[in-house]
């Protein structure tokens, strides 16, 4: 067999594979309601070992470049005790890989949803004690600069995402020139994917790649977030 049979027979076979997750999830956001889900319980759990199925093939690739702790393949299940919207299951599969602690730092996700499938990289929610530590350190380390413009990162994520406050936060110059990265609140990275990328048998090659490009990252946050202002 070449080099071309066996990819696409491998293209083929994720195309088969993702189109009952996308067939499952369609289908669900359609009729979010638990009788719908329980006639479709066979389904359900088919998409669902097959999602979890490709996260683990993920984590394992992961876990062979870096320390992280066990993979959380998230509950279909909503929490509708505090939301408006009441219907009962989310209409994606999705997983998080953190690195471990308490040594590493930041955590790796990844969404399945037709069309609307992303990975994402960074710290979601910092305590205030780690915010604050993470803006004092922005305030004059340049090589947090060099690794959000690093030409790799930037071209395969984009920019630092995340929420931020409006004015700078309290005991921070307004002024400063970096004060639009001393306002976040989340240091995120994410890249979206279509439903024919994450249908390529590459795709989990690409995810591999985005983790790689933000080791380095990972790497100066976690000394931030390990050390004190003197190093220590």
């Known amino acids: 067999m070449n080099w071309a049979t066996e990819a696409h027979l491998k293209n083929k076979k994720m195309h088969t594979k993702f189109s009952k997750i996308w067939s499952f999830l369609t289908n669900l956001k359609e009729n979010n309601n638990r009788d ?28 062979q470049i870096d320390a992280v702790e066990p993979l959380k393949v998230y509950r279909i299940y909503r ?11 989310k209409t994606h599969f999705s997983c998080f890989i953190g690195r471990r602690k308490p040594n590493e730092r930041g955590g790796f996700y990844i969404h399945l949803e037709p069309e609307l499938s992303f990975i994402g990289g960074g710290f979601w929610g910092p305590e205030p004690k ?17 690794i959000l413009n690093h030409k790799d990162l930037k071209g395969f994520f984009g920019e630092l995402i995340g929420e931020e406050l409006k004015t700078a936060p309290k005991g921070f110059d307004k002024n400063h020139e970096r004060i639009n990265l001393i306002r976040k609140k989340q240091f995120l990275f994410v890249k ?41």
């Open 36 to 63: 719908w889900f329980q006639e479709n319980k066979s389904a359900y759990e088919e998409a669902h070992q097959l999602a979890k199925e490709f996260f683990n093939e993920v984590y394992q690739k992961i876990e």
């Open 192 to 232: 979206n994917f279509s439903n024919a990328e994450v249908e390529n048998s590459q795709w989990i090659n690409e995810i591999q790649k985005g983790y790689e490009l933000l080791l380095p990252f990972y790497h100066y946050m976690t000394s931030v977030l390990t050390t004190n202002s003197n190093g220590e």
């Open 130 to 146: 780690d915010l604050l530590r993470i803006r004092q350190e922005f305030l004059w380390d340049d090589e947090i600069i060099d």
């Open 79 to 89: 929490d509708v005790r505090f939301s408006k919207d009441k219907t009962p299951y």
